[in-house]
């Protein structure tokens, strides 16, 4: 194919293109990740997974990742370095296109085409969305061993079915736009005998239940220097023209995370993640001193997202009220 790069895909598939932009696969590499790797540059493998991505290439000296050895890339193209998880990654076999079902490999088109059973199967993301480090004694990523071990797959619900709607059937037409909805895997759900709450009095006995319903892995998954904070706090929300300010007061936090030693091999040290279909509850006594002001307060219960133990986006909210005496 004279261009590789998805703007020359674009052109007869614009509708695909405008998904995958919208997708984390379009993102490419963080700064973060990008300097990292300038000593480790096996992780940029499959944030850009074609070779000519990359300015150099590299051999391991004895095999260890973290002594590479970088010599000159002669099929180096700058166009597609900035195109991260490009369409030639998953549809390029040979200078075929590769498709999902035998019908769309017959169907006309300008360039070669073939079909590829595997691209609608999960194992086709196993190659990035699993990685073991040698010497390590579990996987570093193990999203695709995960999904593996749980009932999804004994049920046939493959990665592509929840992350790619549509994309299951292989259809030339399928959703590009990689899914990620923390609000769909996960249930928050709250026991509490009254929703009423006296200052400075005994505290409410309250139970949060976290579920991983939606997800067919860990939850949070993939990177162990991600995680997802669980917070609880009772919030009021100061009136317009009041004098009282807005409050919070904590109730709860505690960190869902994959704990890895900092160097390789990422050796484990400890794993509080929900896994599929398993459910976590939390006794949350809810209280509040008597000087804080009565009146309408929220309990409000979050999922955060962390990157080395710093917050970086909320990704879910849920908020109840409560009438405070």
Request: net charge negative; glycine share 8%.
């Amino acid at each position: 194919m004279a261009n590789d790069s998805v703007q020359g895909c674009a052109a007869c598939h614009p509708q695909v293109a405008d998904q995958w932009a919208l997708g984390p696969h379009a993102a490419g590499p963080s700064p973060a990740l990008i300097e990292a790797a300038r000593g480790q540059p096996a992780c940029l493998s499959c944030h850009l997974p074609l070779a000519s991505q990359h300015e150099s290439l590299y051999d391991y000296d004895g095999g260890r990742l973290d002594r590479p050895v970088p010599r000159p890339n002669p099929g180096f193209e700058a166009t597609l370095a900035i195109e991260a998880v490009t369409c030639g990654a998953c549809h390029l076999r040979d200078g075929a296109v590769a498709v999902g079902t035998p019908e769309a490999a017959a169907a006309a088109a300008p360039h070669p085409m073939v079909y590829a059973d595997r691209l609608v199967e999960s194992e086709a993301c196993a190659s990035c969305h699993q990685l073991s480090w040698p010497g390590a004694d579990q996987p570093l990523y193990d999203t695709f061993g995960e999904w593996e071990r749980s009932g999804f797959a004994e049920m046939g619900i493959t990665c592509q079915g929840c992350h790619m709607l549509g994309a299951a059937d292989g259809s030339l037409g399928a959703d590009h736009e990689v899914h990620l909805d923390p609000g769909r895997a996960v249930s928050v759900l709250l026991e509490a005998p009254t929703l009423k709450l006296v200052r400075g009095g005994a505290p409410l006995p309250a139970k949060l239940t976290l579920q991983n319903t939606g997800a067919g892995h860990a939850f949070p998954t993939g990177s162990p220097f991600r995680a997802v904070r669980l917070e609880a706090a009772l919030v009021r929300t100061a009136e317009p023209g009041s004098a009282d300010d807005a409050l919070r007061m904590p109730q709860l936090t505690v960190d869902l995370a994959r704990r890895v030693s900092p160097e390789p091999p990422f050796g484990l040290e400890a794993d509080t993640r929900l896994q599929a279909g398993e459910a976590r509850a939390f006794e949350v006594p809810l209280a509040l001193p008597q000087e804080v002001p009565p009146g309408a307060w929220q309990l409000e219960v979050s999922l955060v997202r962390t990157v080395r133990g710093a917050p970086t986006e909320r990704l879910v909210a849920r908020r109840w009220s409560l009438e405070v005496e």
